[in-house]
């Protein structure tokens, strides 16, 4: 399952699941309903806590494509994040992830897919984050709290399966607007908590 939305973000969110990151069948937006922020195109580099953490760049970018062929190309929904982790013991890691970003209740929310690195092959299921930016184009990310989407699937809040006989796997198998509906309705500071992952804006 997708243990981690970048390589970096387990550590920075103090390793809150003590299982996989939840995954959903369905995004909080489709393509056609997602926003496209500006606000996130850029290079950042990630904050580290200790001086001898790895060093994280990142490159957030929305995909273009070519009407007919021809003509400047027009930014799609599609998010594209590289990042590329300068590790202590002398290698290099990269990983490659494509977001859809919505804009519900007032917060901002990722649903992110896993497209290169160790876990391509799950890439067809989304996990869920939170974001903001700051007035200086920082950004800050909060994954999605396993235990409250365990007690929403418990309760049938939501539709979705709880296994846990390796750790806590989640899988929701419920509709974008269901999942969107009861993300909205959510206190975004409990349904996405713990410490965020920093990052830090050097060019757009």
Excluded at 54 to 74: M, N, S, T, V
Aim: net charge positive; aromatic share 8%.
């Amino acid at each position: 399952m997708n243990i981690r939305l970048l390589p970096a973000l387990l550590a920075a969110a103090t390793l809150l699941f003590a299982g996989c990151l939840p995954e959903s069948k369905n995004p909080l937006s489709t393509p056609a309903t997602s926003t496209i922020d500006p606000r996130l195109e850029g290079i950042y580099v990630a904050r580290r806590d200790k001086k001898d953490d790895d060093l994280a760049g990142w490159h957030f970018h929305y995909r273009g494509a070519k009407a007919a062929g021809q003509g400047p190309a027009r930014a799609t929904p599609w998010l594209e994040v590289l990042d590329i982790e300068h590790r202590q013991d002398g290698a290099l890691k990269g990983n490659a992830y494509r977001v859809l970003t919505t804009h519900l209740g007032g917060h901002d929310y990722m649903s992110f897919i896993v497209v290169g690195g160790d876990r391509n092959q799950y890439a067809t299921q989304y996990s869920f984050a939170r974001y903001e930016v700051s007035w200086t184009g920082d950004i800050r990310i909060w994954l999605v709290n396993s235990d409250v989407l365990t007690q929403a699937i418990q309760s049938g809040k939501l539709r979705g399966t709880v296994k846990t006989s390796h750790g806590k796997d989640i899988l929701l198998t419920d509709s974008t607007a269901h999942l969107a509906a009861f993300v909205a309705a959510s206190d975004p500071s409990v349904l996405f908590s713990g410490k965020p992952l920093a990052l830090h804006r050097v060019a757009k």
